[in-house]
């Protein structure tokens, strides 16, 4: 398959430009235009199977169409580690969506984070606890639009909802390092807490666009988690 992929080089969307690659799948990953890779052989070993495209988030439609085409599915990450302007999300995000309609993409999977939309009901205190101190911290440094935030994502997840698209919403709890371990829960209903590894979203993930599985479905996923 080939994948248009956005989110920069937070862990989510950079681990998932390796494991596509080792699954035989073809990427195109759009990064910032000074963003460093943590490897930079992968511009010049890799280039049979791996596009990358540096530019900024712009409206320019397109040079969204020009990601996007001749791809499968496209892969969206908007985790904590994205960084943009809570007033940029969902105009980039349409953009993208709009840039798929023109090139005739249906698939698209966006990974937001637990604690989005309805799975706001089942965060346990820690989580709610971070969310909310990482957002007065912003405040307080000036910034009006702290970079993550659980009404831009949730406006993000509302924007994909509504296109005619065959989306699927992942919401993976907090986030640490690791290897793939293929034992996380993923429901819609029952994750309360808990955490998962980027390699374990981007499993998920993966599965659900090679396999075509979960359209039009949001779920939370973590390792270990209570019932709410």
Not at 18 to 46: C, K, R
Not at 88 to 95: L, N
Request: charged share 20%; aromatic share 10%; net charge negative.
């Amino acid at each position: 398959m080939r994948f248009a992929v956005f989110g920069g080089l937070a862990p989510v969307p950079s681990e998932f430009v390796v494991q596509a690659m080792e699954a035989g799948h073809t990427v195109t990953w759009f990064i910032g235009a000074n963003d460093t890779l943590p490897d930079p052989s992968l511009e010049t070993d890799y280039n049979s199977v791996l596009r990358i495209e540096r530019g900024a988030w712009d409206n320019d439609i397109s040079r969204y169409c020009e990601i996007v085409r001749g791809s499968d599915a496209v892969f969206v990450s908007l985790t904590p580690e994205f960084f943009g302007p809570l007033e940029s999300w969902v105009p980039q995000q349409k953009m993208i969506q709009h840039a798929m309609q023109r090139e005739a993409v249906k698939r698209i999977v966006l990974v937001t984070m637990h604690g989005a939309g309805d799975s706001a009901r089942r965060m346990d205190w820690t989580m709610w606890a971070r969310l909310n101190t990482n957002q007065v911290f912003y405040s307080l440094a000036g910034s009006l639009s702290p970079c993550w935030s659980l009404a831009a994502l949730y406006s993000a997840q509302e924007q994909v909802v509504s296109d005619d698209l065959d989306w699927t919403i992942l919401r993976p709890t907090q986030l640490t390092d690791g290897p793939a371990t293929c034992t996380y829960l993923a429901s819609a209903k029952d994750v309360f807490g808990g955490y998962i590894s980027a390699a374990d979203v981007v499993d998920c993930a993966l599965k659900a666009m090679v396999d075509n599985m979960d359209i039009k479905t949001a779920f939370s996923i973590a390792y270990s988690s209570r019932v709410a």
